[in-house]
């Protein structure tokens, strides 16, 4: 059933009852429903046509994510515009798109963005709280004065942000058939089976694809949801005693806060399984926090390029096979297909051979995509990331991947997370330094920081400096920002 129609159903069904509740107010289906309408108004007074692509400045806050919803549900292309970013630079971001509208939260219309929308003539439009009221104009924005906005092609339903940890974010188009596609499929990880099923809790930001293959699916099938703008444990927390949800998808990082805090256990005895997803997840941290918990943590593996999850990790798959394939993120999802092949030549390897990952996925088609992601598959079909190919480091000819590196760092029982990052060297051309943020109260010194790595890496990679640091610079994901950690140690 493609995404418009099956919540428009939504919208009917349950009209008063609760859609999106964030900061412990509800947002009703109706609101929802509103707000495509004042959408869907607005547009037809400003002559804008269907074909526009629009702008969503989408910020985790109850009003974007509930125009989100309209605006697909009207089969409107959404052009994703970054919040978490500064109003100088969604302005830059707004003239240069040249959209026929732009809907963004209260805070987000300021003398910076109404000035780079007015001098292009955009509509813009505030994505509000109130349900009954949920669409209101910018007084300053009311009229679309542009006349070569842009158009989008007919069969995308979204113009994604990728995660921008390693750099800026890009605009990646994500087809409607491969947008439904993927949404169904997710729902089959994410949703709970019942008809009347406990309030998820999201703060994945639903501008990438973290975010939306958790919220959107929910949308889709009708399920309420908790979001939360910004991670932080204790509100995150708080919505988990209060709505009791089944299944919840959480970054590495904040498992390890949770264990370092020592979250009671009947904290999380609502989870039937957590998702985990993001970053890698260390073996020893997931035994860890399982023994602890009780909760099955099933990794996923996906990207923006590709709609969402192509492998994963499944409750009857963690009962087989949990204890033996430790550090896999499991296989491929139905419908993809995926295979590791020689970085020079393209040749198919072996079962078993480190290459890099290609990725086949019937959502978008019958090519095979090509990653940055080296990896092995064993010969049970589990897919095992050994790091990036395009951050690899080259120290002197001699190839250095940042993850392992990280990896082996976090292994020292004072380090609560490491970054490794490569610098200019003017004799060996660029060098691994890392970044370390320490478990709290632990006091270490970079030489036994450097010896714990010289026990654990081979000679070349182990890092030429070690910068300890409060904390890691992470985006709203919860991901580490391997830009922000370069400007850190250089």
């Known amino acids: 059933m493609e995404f418009s129609k099956a919540v428009r159903e939504v919208w009917v069904r349950d009209p008063d009852g609760g859609a999106i509740e964030f900061e412990g107010t509800w947002f009703s289906w109706r609101g929802i429903s509103n707000a495509a309408r004042g959408i869907d108004e607005a547009f037809e007074r400003a002559g804008i046509s269907q074909e526009a692509a629009i702008g969503l400045i989408a910020r985790n806050r109850v009003g974007p994510a509930a125009a989100l919803v309209a605006l697909l549900g009207l089969r409107r292309c959404v052009v994703m515009i970054y919040a978490a970013q500064t109003p100088e630079a969604i302005a830059r971001d707004i003239a240069?798109?040249?959209?026929?509208?732009?809907?963004?939260?209260?805070?987000?219309?300021?003398?910076?963005?109404?000035?780079?929308?007015?001098?292009?003539?955009?509509?813009?439009?505030?994505?509000?709280?109130?349900?009954?009221?949920?669409?209101?104009?910018?007084?300053?924005?009311?009229?679309?004065?542009?006349?070569?906005?842009?158009?989008?092609?007919?069969?995308?339903?979204?113009?994604?942000?990728?995660?921008?940890?390693?750099?800026?974010?890009?605009?990646?188009?994500?087809?409607?058939?491969?947008?439904?596609?993927?949404?169904?499929?997710?729902?089959?990880?994410?949703?709970?089976?019942?008809?009347?099923?406990?309030?998820?809790?999201?703060?994945?930001?639903?501008?990438?694809?973290?975010?939306?293959?958790?919220?959107?699916?929910?949308?889709?099938?009708g399920q309420p949801v908790c979001l939360i703008e910004r991670f932080d444990l204790e509100v995150w927390l708080d919505a988990v005693e209060r709505h009791r949800p089944a299944r919840a998808s959480l970054p590495p990082a904040v498992l390890k806060q949770m264990l370092e805090v020592n979250v009671p256990a009947e904290a999380l005895n609502s989870f039937d399984v957590i998702g985990v997803g993001a970053a890698a997840l260390d073996p020893e941290l997931?035994?860890?926090?399982?023994?602890?918990?009780?909760?099955?943590?099933?990794?996923?593996?996906?990207?923006?390029?590709?709609?969402?999850?192509?492998?994963n990790w499944t409750s009857e798959l963690h009962t087989e096979f949990a204890q033996t394939k430790r550090g896999s993120v499991g296989r491929a999802r139905p419908g993809c297909a995926l295979r590791i092949v020689d970085p020079t030549t393209g040749i198919e390897l072996a079962i078993g051979e480190p290459g890099l990952l290609e990725v086949q996925a019937e959502r978008l088609g019958p090519e095979w995509i090509r990653t940055?992601?080296?990896?092995?598959?064993?010969?049970?079909?589990?897919?095992?990331?050994?790091?990036?190919?395009?951050?690899?480091?080259?120290?002197?000819?001699?190839?250095?991947?940042?993850?392992?590196?990280?990896?082996?760092?976090?292994?020292?029982?004072?380090?609560?997370?490491?970054?490794?990052?490569?610098?200019?060297?003017?004799?060996?051309?660029?060098?691994?330094?890392?970044?370390?943020?320490?478990?709290?109260?632990?006091?270490?010194?970079?030489?036994?920081?450097?010896?714990?790595?010289?026990?654990?890496?081979?000679?070349?990679?182990?890092?030429?400096?070690?910068?300890?640091?409060?904390?890691?610079?992470?985006?709203?994901s919860m991901k580490v920002d391997l830009t922000a950690v370069r400007r850190l140690v250089v």
Request: net charge negative.
């Open 96 to 221: 240069s798109l040249r959209l026929a509208a732009i809907v963004g939260d209260e805070r987000d219309w300021d003398h910076h963005t109404i000035s780079a929308a007015h001098e292009i003539g955009t509509l813009g439009l505030v994505a509000r709280g109130d349900p009954s009221y949920p669409i209101a104009p910018v007084p300053e924005l009311q009229q679309l004065r542009a006349t070569d906005y842009r158009l989008s092609p007919p069969d995308v339903a979204l113009e994604l942000l990728s995660s921008g940890t390693t750099g800026a974010p890009k605009r990646i188009p994500l087809r409607i058939s491969t947008f439904e596609q993927a949404a169904v499929d997710a729902g089959k990880i994410y949703v709970a089976a019942s008809d009347r099923p406990p309030t998820s809790v999201v703060f994945h930001p639903i501008s990438n694809i973290a975010g939306l293959t958790f919220f959107i699916p929910l949308m889709f099938f």
């Open 372 to 476: 940055t992601d080296l990896a092995s598959i064993d010969p049970d079909g589990f897919l095992f990331l050994l790091g990036r190919a395009d951050a690899a480091i080259n120290r002197g000819g001699f190839k250095v991947v940042p993850d392992k590196v990280a990896a082996a760092l976090r292994r020292h029982p004072a380090v609560r997370d490491a970054a490794v990052v490569g610098v200019p060297d003017e004799r060996l051309g660029e060098i691994p330094v890392a970044a370390i943020e320490l478990v709290a109260g632990a006091v270490v010194g970079e030489e036994e920081l450097r010896r714990h790595a010289g026990t654990e890496l081979l000679r070349y990679e182990v890092p030429v400096s070690f910068h300890i640091v409060e904390s890691l610079p992470r985006n709203a």
């Open 286 to 311: 997931q035994e860890q926090f399982e023994a602890r918990y009780e909760v099955p943590l099933l990794i996923s593996y996906g990207a923006t390029e590709f709609g969402g999850v192509v492998a």
